[in-house]
């Protein structure tokens, strides 16, 4: 159990988001996308260039760029 | 009045294919007023129904942040549709309600569509609809829309419920939260604020959300209420901070959140855990792998391209043979003069020339649709997005610049409406204004015909250094436009990633046919127009008499010092071997004189006194006026400018394909030089769009300002750059 920002979770890797510190816009679509504090993400891979990210939340794939994850605090498992 | 219902859904969601399961053929596709957002209507006529149906942008919530969630709003508020059926996936419950108790929330009258039902069987998750139905307070109706599958009892129920009215949902958004909305709900019911827009509740909890459209609307109303409203929020939201580190949306989001977690509990049974891989993810462990993935989507990009332009090479031959017989029996059926001259050059080649872009547009939707409905597309721009995010763009930019020309030879037109994809405005707009910078199928005779004058032996090398030119020239140009005029951070890369599925057939069909069409028809007429303008600016003035009369006794002295049965044989031999040797003679002699003509006609133009006046300025970048009259033609079309070339040097009508003898007059010529060469490919790649390209720019962006930019900018950028190549060269000795 530890808290790490979802930018340094690595492939395969599960937790579950406590914290999303973004505002405005990104906050917004952040959380459109049920990404808030509860929800269970696991990583499904980086694009060749290590950036941006898949996630697996709730059942479907997501994608963010690394500098969106940082907004993102995870508590891994 | 006929019954409206609209439906609403997120993206990949199978709400178009649904659509097109109710509608059929039976379908109606515009623009919003001010947007490039499609608007596409039907009409659902079964069973004695005749209902009016409204399918609207695939979003995942109603905050007008994208302009497809504006669109969205703007109409649910206004129009006010008698239902509105929420295409859920079954597959993704949880995500997918987000959106439908927005909708519930604002009062309207929703039935969900529990769309996919089959995928979400197969993938052992089971769904109690009765239940469901039961906790949300509104119809729940399976369907698989590929097979039309529920949709008939999907109608039934919409209609139904559309006859009841529906009070709207109320969640409990915390302590805090609920004491602000209600302090304000009794302040805005009380003087009916905006009570034409929506109830009071929503009216208020949008305050809370920060909503910039409805709290403008309401200042404008009534500015003391509205501030009175803003400082409740104020209050509010100061709390949170201070209590919980939070704000209001946030704590709204995580409530309806929570509320969905709550309604789902004890309807979802899984068989499988959340995490479980399916086919589509293994798909993506070859598709996305950091080795392989790059290489298969090269593939899949030479692969567009061949399908966009070599299958599409068949239909375009035809066209341009039907217009090439137009206007063979028009010059045949008319008179000369003005009037045959206008038909032909203005309108004939005008009509075909937006309707030869029209196998090329059909090839390219129906390639694109096929990648985006497939789900590979959002695999691209995942993959690329890092590349582009660097220039301001986004991974999604990649088609229109491959199609414009990317890979030499592509075409402008269709990768304009190629941007289509992306959904980011800012991107999107950068991309459309640099992709004309690529090197299109009709540059390249431009290129060819300079290469082959100037730079023979390096064939290949020289027209490798032309594709980098243009792609580094698009890119750099892009970054500066995302860090000028259309400077603004970039739109959130949050994007989904669907589940891979194969296409209907039906769906890439009418999504194909419905874009050409709108090409056709909405650039059609306004490219007509333009190119009688740019006949009329080659035609007008006509020589003055004096030296048309002139032309003509020189070929009557000519014909007046050949015997008369030399004569007779021309006339007669149609291109037959002519048997004596005068008659040769005769033919050059006349033809000479008329290319003198036209070259004269051509001078005394408006398009020739525009190339001459701008000699002194054109001089810096090396272009005499005759370079300047075949620039000004390439505005028509690039592969103009060696035909103008071709003009202009006396050479007669010079087709694009075949141009070695005036590239041999090029090189013999004193005004040109390699450099002088070097120059002009570069003017070339980057001046003014061709006009059927800047009409689509002006379209695609939304306002014939942007269509000016482009012209005005590209030109000058255009000018800039080969002056500046022009100037170092000589400063250099070359």
């Known amino acids: 159990m530890a808290l790490v920002c979802l930018r340094h979770m690595k492939k395969n890797q599960r937790g579950e988001i406590v914290n999303i510190k973004a505002d405005g816009e990104l906050g917004r679509r952040i959380r459109d996308m049920g990404l808030v504090p509860g929800t269970k993400v696991m990583i499904m891979g980086r694009a060749p260039l290590f950036d941006p990210v898949a996630l697996r939340v709730m059942g479907f794939t997501l994608t963010l760029r690394n500098n969106e994850a940082d907004y993102i605090e995870v508590e891994v498992k | ?23 059929g053929a039976r379908q109606h596709v515009g623009n919003y007023p001010g947007v490039t957002v499609e608007k596409k209507q039907g009409t659902y006529s079964r069973g004695g129904l005749d209902i009016k149906i409204v399918d609207l942008p695939g ?97 039934e129920a919409a209609s139904k419920a559309s006859q009841y009215d529906r009070s709207p949902l109320t969640i409990s958004y915390g302590d805090d939260l609920d004491q602000a909305l209600d302090e304000m709900e009794d302040l805005i019911s009380g003087k009916d604020f905006l009570g034409d827009i929506c109830h009071p509740r929503w009216i208020a909890l949008k305050y809370l959300e920060k909503d910039g459209k409805i709290i403008s609307q309401g200042r404008e109303r009534d500015p003391e209420l509205s501030a009175e409203l803003g400082e409740i929020t104020r209050r509010v939201a100061d709390h949170l901070e201070k209590t919980m580190n939070t704000y209001p949306e946030a704590v709204i989001a995580d409530h309806r959140h929570g509320y969905i977690r709550s309604i789902i509990k004890g309807v979802i049974t899984r068989h499988h855990g959340e995490d479980r891989f399916f086919l589509s993810d293994r798909i993506d462990m070859v598709l996305t792998n950091r080795f392989v993935g790059p290489l298969i989507m090269i593939g899949v990009i030479m692969g567009l391209y061949k399908f966009t332009f070599t299958y599409s090479e068949l239909p375009v031959n035809w066209l341009e043979s039907l217009f090439g017989w137009l206007s063979s029996s028009a010059d045949a059926a008319l008179p000369d003069g003005l009037v045959k001259s206008l038909i032909i050059s203005g309108v004939i080649d005008g009509v075909g020339g937006v309707l030869g872009f029209v196998p090329l547009i059909m090839f390219m939707f129906l390639g694109i ?23 301001g763009l986004h991974g999604s930019s990649v088609m229109a610049f491959i199609v414009s020309g990317g890979i030499a030879g592509g075409c402008a037109v269709p990768g304009v409406m190629a941007t289509r994809v992306l959904k980011s405005p800012k991107e999107r707009l950068a991309t459309l ?20 004058a100037f730079f023979s032996e390096n064939e290949a090398m020289v027209m490798l250094a032309i594709t980098l030119i243009a792609w580094c020239g698009a890119l750099i140009v892009a970054k500066i436009l995302r860090l000028t005029i259309i400077r603004g951070e970039s739109t959130p890369f949050v994007m989904e990633l669907p589940p891979y599925h194969l296409p209907t057939f039906r769906g890439l069909f009418i999504h194909t046919w419905e874009r050409t069409w709108e090409y056709i028809k909405k650039a059609g007429t306004v490219i007509l127009g333009i190119s009688i303008v740019l006949w009329a600016m080659m035609t007008f003035p006509a020589l003055p008499e004096s030296q048309q009369t002139e032309y003509e006794r020189q070929r009557q002295g000519l014909l007046a010092s050949t015997p008369s049965e030399t004569i007779h044989e021309v006339e007669t031999a149609q291109g037959r071997t002519l048997p004596t040797e005068e008659s040769p003679a005769l033919q050059t002699g006349i033809e000479a004189i008329d290319r003198a003509e036209n070259e004269a ?3 005394y133009s408006l398009a020739g006194r525009i190339g001459v006046a701008l000699e002194t300025i054109s001089s810096l970048a090396g272009f005499d006026w005759r370079t300047n009259i075949a620039l000004v033609g390439g505005l028509a079309a690039k592969e103009v400018v060696v035909s103008t070339l071709g003009t202009v040097y006396s050479l007669g009508e010079t087709d694009p394909e075949e141009s070695s003898s005036l590239a041999e007059t090029l090189r013999e010529s004193p005004h040109w030089s390699p450099l002088a060469a070097w120059s002009l490919i570069i003017f070339t790649i980057f001046y003014a769009p061709c006009i059927v390209a800047v009409v689509c720019i002006a379209r695609e962006a939304g306002s014939w300002k942007w269509g000016a930019f482009s012209v005005v900018f590209n030109t000058s950028l255009a000018f800039g750059l080969s002056a500046i190549v022009f100037q170092t060269g000589r400063l250099l000795g070359f």
């Open chain 2, 433 to 452: 204004l640099t992709a004309p910078f690529m090197n299109c199928g009709a540059k390249l005779p431009v290129f060819a015909l300079l290469v082959a």
């Open chain 2, 601 to 603: 006609r051509v001078r």
């Open chain 2, 59 to 155: 979003t995942y919530s109603l905050n007008p942040y994208s302009m497809e969630e504006e669109v969205a709003r703007d109409f649910l508020l206004n129009d006010q549709p008698a239902m509105v059926i929420d295409i859920v996936d079954a597959s993704n419950l949880q995500r997918n309600l987000y959106l439908a108790i927005q909708l519930m929330e604002m009062g309207l009258n929703v039935c969900l569509a529990l769309n996919m039902i089959d995928i979400a069987r197969t993938r052992g998750i089971e769904i109690d609809t009765e239940k469901l139905s039961r906790l949300l307070g509104v119809p729940v109706v399976p369907t698989i829309a590929r097979t039309g599958e529920g949709s008939k009892m999907l109608i």
């Open chain 2, 1 to 23: 009045m006929e019954a409206t219902i609209a439906l609403a859904g997120n993206p990949n969601s199978g709400k178009t294919t649904l659509f097109n399961t109710l509608t």
């Open chain 2, 369 to 391: 649709s096929l990648l985006e409905d497939s789900g590979y597309l959002a695999r691209m721009a995942y993959m690329l997005d890092r590349v582009f995010r660097y220039f």
